[in-house]
């Protein structure tokens, strides 16, 4: 993994694309992703939180229509994106910008999504992904102790009763 200041965000940023081209393009999924964008609530508490101090942040997500976290979570950043005029979101491809994601690996491994919240100089504030941290701990704790169809449903009900309020809370802590 090479040092994250010698990755030219501006060109990265300036490549990305916007989540409504990224899912029009979907190969894989993109019902879900449709989906979850469509229902997605964005609480009061989040849009005051986001445009009381991310004017001008910027969302820049890794991400492959394939992924079920990405699929889960994104959108709803996506929502977020969308209603609050301080704050723009693209994403880029993962398998395209191998460059992008090795500089954030987890544990070593290309898990994605993840979302990386940059100034409007485009300088990181931090980043987040690949789940919330709860639902992280829980994936970490069953990976080896339960079959992986089991485990998926698990984790889409998690996703489904959260509703994406833990992944907004994450993220905007990182505006902060």
Request: overall charge negative; proline content about 4%; glycine content about 4%.
């Amino acid at each position: 993994m090479s040092d994250r200041a010698t990755l030219d965000m501006t060109r990265v940023w300036n490549e990305a694309i916007p989540y409504a081209d990224f899912v029009s393009d979907a190969q894989k999924n993109r019902s879900l992703w449709e989906g979850v964008y469509r229902i997605s609530k964005i609480p009061d508490w989040a849009l005051e939180a986001a445009c009381e101090t991310a004017k001008g942040v910027r969302l820049l997500a890794i991400v492959e229509d394939w992924c079920g976290d990405a699929s889960n979570t994104v959108p709803v950043l996506a929502k977020l994106g969308e209603l609050a005029d301080c704050l723009e979101m693209r994403l880029v491809k993962r398998d395209e910008n191998l460059d992008v994601m090795d500089h954030y690996l987890t544990n070593g491994s290309r898990s994605i999504p993840i979302v990386i919240v940059l100034s409007e100089q485009l300088e990181e504030l931090g980043h987040w992904g690949p789940r919330p941290r709860e639902l992280q701990q829980w994936v970490m704790d069953n990976k080896n102790t339960m079959p992986s169809e089991e485990r998926y449903k698990w984790v889409r009900r998690w996703y489904a009763k959260d509703k994406g309020e833990s992944t907004l809370r994450e993220v905007l802590e990182l505006v902060h």
